[in-house]
């Protein structure tokens, strides 16, 4: 079936810091794949996406590039902000259903 | 625009009573679809509405559990005779249209809690 698995959270990093999520998929066939990101308080907002392989994502300095023979899209950012401090989930849409992962929180420091 | 709302934000009610959350997805968006995260676990896909019409109800744990979308434009989520495990965030998305050139626009869910 299809699948997301995630690095498991709470992640906490301090301001500046270098950030990577893991994440991993299972699918049938060639699905997008997105990162979605829940600020407290907010719904869920789509941060980036890919619809194949070797298509980077990209917005608001993080990244994720699909990897096809290693069925990840791991998203990374250079250098983290508080303002980053939400929850990403990674995801991937097959027929018109999104399938997620569970979550992992995200903590930056000042 | 407006983007997707959902009420209540937040319900507590007793094991055995009935809840009904509501959707307003964004006006012209014919696609509705209802998700769900308990604790702990992925979101999960519950149901899919093409206008007034369930497109793909899957997701849908048990007949406790009925959706409408009657008209087409909001969409109401019944849980009837809520259980503990139907604790959760109950989130509501919709879109213009089908496939990947239509982003699902999420709203900012409902948290459910049952004792």
């Known amino acids: 079936g299809n699948s997301v698995t995630q690095m498991e959270g709470p992640v906490t990093l301090s301001e500046e810091a270098f950030l990577t999520i893991n994440c991993t998929y299972t699918a049938t066939g060639y699905p997008s794949l997105f990162w979605y990101v829940q600020y407290p308080g907010e719904g869920l907002q789509l941060l980036l996406k890919a619809t194949k392989a070797d298509d980077k994502g990209s917005n608001k300095g993080f990244e994720a590039t699909y990897r096809k023979e290693t069925t990840s899209f791991h998203l990374e950012k250079g250098s983290v902000q508080v303002s980053d401090s939400a929850v990403y989930f990674c995801?991937?849409?097959?027929?018109?259903?999104?399938?997620f992962g569970k979550g992992t929180r995200l903590h930056i420091l000042p | 625009e407006a983007g997707v709302t959902q009420f209540p934000s937040h319900s507590v009610i007793e094991k055995g009573q009935t809840v009904t959350l509501r959707c307003d997805p964004i006006?012209?968006?014919?696609?509705l679809y209802w998700y769900r995260r308990v604790m702990g676990k992925e979101i999960k896909f519950l149901l899919h509405f093409v206008k007034e019409s369930k497109q793909d109800e899957s997701g849908m744990p048990n007949n406790r559990f009925l959706a409408e979308r009657t008209g087409g434009t909001y969409s109401t989520l019944k849980v009837q005779p809520a259980e503990l495990e139907d604790s959760g965030v109950y989130f509501c998305?919709?879109?213009?249209?089908?496939?990947?050139?239509?982003?699902?626009?999420f709203g900012p869910g409902t948290r459910l809690t049952v004792t």
């Open positions: 995801a991937l849409n097959r027929d018109d259903k999104i399938i």
């Open positions: 006006s012209g968006h014919d696609n």
């Open positions: 998305a919709s879109s213009r249209g089908l496939g990947l050139s239509y982003e699902q626009y």
